[in-house]
């Protein structure tokens, strides 16, 4: 079974527009919630992340969004550049557990 | 600069042949992961290293066999590849008081035909 679910699969986005990549979890004993992000032949590589004491976190054009409650987190990238273009993975782990478990990954393309 | 390898990048194979995929690490890590990477299934854990006698499986370990040779090396091994197993293979690696961040080499392309 999936323990995290990522959505949508593939994103199209103007240049200078907003991207939005959301994740959703069941499992309540998760503390951490990294996003990786991934360019062409390359492996993936850590963007930003979070833990659930916040609400939000920011760096850069890169916001991180997170709801307890609603056990979700999202992505947001603003003012998309077509250089954002890459696969991004959210993932999750919990304490001890000693791995991360990840989405599906979204294939987000910026177009100029 | 520190990095992570892994070798072949790429490699067709036939059913039934046994298929090594390799990994070396200069970053001086303990912790050693193996991933594969499928579309609409994302990265899933195969196997992970803690240190060289140290070996657990991740969520897809069954046709899969892994050595840790050094702390620097790390192997998968397919024993009898069958075409399912078609697929991008990433080895990772991370410090051992940090798991959740993991750093990953560029990957190995493999097709079973």
């Known amino acids: 079974q999936q323990q995290v679910k990522q959505s949508p699969q593939s994103l199209i986005v103007q240049k200078g527009g907003i991207s939005i990549i959301n994740c959703a979890y069941e499992n309540t004993a998760f503390d951490y919630f990294p996003w990786y992000q991934q360019f062409p032949g390359k492996g993936p590589a850590l963007l930003i992340a979070i833990r659930p004491d916040v609400s939000e976190k920011k760096e850069g054009r890169f916001t991180i969004s997170f709801n307890k409650s609603a056990k979700q987190f999202s992505l947001h990238i603003m003012d998309s550049q077509p250089g954002d273009s890459a696969t991004y993975f959210c993932a999750a782990s919990k304490p001890g557990a000693q791995k991360l478990v990840f989405g599906q990954g979204t294939r987000l393309t910026i177009n100029p | 600069d520190a990095d992570v390898t892994q070798t072949p990048r790429n490699r067709i194979t036939k059913t039934g042949k046994r298929i090594m995929l390799e990994c070396s690490q200069t970053k001086g890590h303990d912790r050693m992961y193996w991933y594969r990477q499928d579309p609409g299934l994302g990265l899933r854990l195969i196997y992970y290293s803690f240190d060289v006698k140290d070996i657990n499986k991740g969520e897809i370990s069954d046709g899969y066999s892994v050595s840790r040779q050094a702390q620097a090396k790390f192997s998968l091994s397919l024993e009898s590849a069958i075409p399912n197993q078609t697929a991008l293979y990433f080895c990772?690696?991370?410090?051992?008081?940090?798991?959740?961040?993991?750093?990953f080499g560029p990957g190995t392309r493999l097709t079973v035909l």
């Open positions: 990772a690696t991370s410090l051992a008081g940090n798991y959740n961040e993991q750093f």
